[in-house]
């Protein structure tokens, strides 16, 4: 495997597990029984995917080495926060399969390389012609175990999904992160923060094993597609994917914080929970505010400066409230064209996501120790940089001319506030 290994970060790796074995007590991911179980199921397991993945890149380099010449025009990164609307958005563009491309959940985590995805689908020839005994124990073991734990959205097996968990096999992004929930006191973990925390071999280390996978993605899939991707954290990426893909186009999500901020939150609770015993309802909640805030922050300033036809910021409540025409602008915008069969697939996803709709969940504020006033005021940068409706925060804002502070009106009380003007 050669060369390629060296983009797997085992340093950090052996520093993970170091500190999940060793430093855990007293920590949100200490040894209790359930955190030994997963653990053991990972370790036994990993190493196993990561055999076979990397010696798929290897046998690549052999059979399919005209990978690496092939051109990626033009790729769209769908981001923005988590709970933002990403995965929709994300899964209307890719039913345009005449001109998209993107990875669903088995070509990301069991089939990066070309080589897995030939044996896999040979395989899977195989399954069929016996009538799919093995997809059919494996979709039900998935809705079971895996689906059935899950419920901020459906976990796309086969349906396109983040990107950004390519990163596993190198050791980087979000998945450690979901394990090995270790943190720098009072600092965003790095991976949120890529363009500001990482050094510059650090990013070519990372960005390099990213452009190869998509190569081989396209490249499998025909090499005439447009690449399209999926990933929040790929907010705090923004420079460095626009270095990687000068041509890139970006499709920014905006949603307010006081709905975002609970929920993600909320999220990753749920995550940590399935993975540790954490001491806290809402654990890392200060890491988890300052990553959303620089997702919030660091794609705007360096987003801003790009053309309508590169970037296109498009506001959650506007999106939900029409997602066609949401959709067909940004075609408008991007320069790409539409087709009857295309429009017609849009229109039975929105009528299906309408008949699957979920009312939208109360997350408890104060559990959190948060309020909607603290969150207002410490995201008030957001809030104006976006023009999110202040109609949402259930409280207005005047500006008292004799001092020049804002004054916040609430039903209850009058607060004045001596933060920027």
Do not use: G, M
């Given at each position: 495997m050669g060369k390629n290994v060296m983009f797997f970060d085992f340093k950090l790796s052996l520093k993970h597990s170091y500190h999940a074995l060793f430093k855990a007590n007293h920590t949100n991911y200490a040894l209790k029984p359930k955190r030994i179980l997963v653990l053991f199921i990972f370790y036994f397991f990993f190493p196993i995917l990561e055999l076979f993945t990397w010696t798929g890149f290897f046998l690549d380099e052999i059979f399919f080495p005209n990978y690496k010449k092939q051109n990626l025009k033009s790729p769209i990164f769908v981001i923005g926060n988590y709970r933002s609307g990403t995965t929709f958005l994300h899964r209307l563009l890719a039913i345009d399969y005449k001109q998209f491309t993107s990875m669903s959940g088995w070509e990301i985590i069991i089939a990066a390389s070309i080589t897995q995805r030939k044996l896999l689908k040979f395989f899977g020839i195989i399954d069929r012609v016996m009538g799919n005994p093995i997809l059919r124990t494996f979709d039900f073991l998935w809705g079971k175990y895996v689906q059935g734990e899950v419920n901020f959205h459906k976990l796309g097996v086969r349906e396109p999904e983040e990107d950004e968990s390519l990163f596993a096999h190198i050791w980087s992004g979000i998945i450690p992160w979901n394990l090995f929930p270790i943190m720098e006191k009072d600092r965003t973990p790095s991976f949120a923060t890529f363009d500001k925390w990482f050094s510059e071999k650090e990013k070519s280390r990372v960005m390099t094993f990213y452009k190869l996978c998509l190569q081989r993605h396209v490249y499998y899939h025909g090499g005439k597609k447009i690449y399209l991707s999926k990933s929040p954290s790929f907010s705090g990426n923004v420079e460095a994917i626009l270095k990687t893909f000068p041509d890139a186009k970006f499709v920014y999500l905006i949603r307010s914080p006081l709905e975002v901020i609970p929920s993600s939150i909320n999220l990753w609770s749920f995550k940590w929970r399935l993975t540790c015993d954490p001491k806290e309802e809402y654990p890392f909640k200060e890491n988890l505010l300052k990553m959303i805030k620089y997702w919030y922050t660091h794609p705007w300033e360096v987003l801003k400066g790009l053309p309508p036809s590169q970037v296109q910021f498009v506001h959650y409540d506007k999106f939900v409230r029409d997602p066609f025409n949401t959709v067909t602008s940004l075609y408008t915008e991007f320069g790409l064209k539409t087709s009857k069969i295309y429009l017609k697939r849009i229109e039975r996803e929105i009528r299906l996501q309408n008949r699957n709709y979920r009312p939208k969940q109360n997350y408890p504020l104060h559990k959190m120790g948060l309020s909607k006033l603290w969150i207002w005021v410490t995201f008030q940068d957001v809030f104006r940089k976006y023009q999110i409706e202040?109609?949402?925060?259930?409280?207005?804002?005047?500006?008292?001319?004799?001092?020049?502070?804002?004054?916040?009106?609430?039903?209850t009380r009058t607060i004045r506030l001596g933060f920027l003007n």
């Open positions: 202040s109609a949402r925060i259930h409280f207005s804002i005047k500006l008292n001319k004799r001092v020049n502070q804002p004054i916040i009106f609430t039903k």
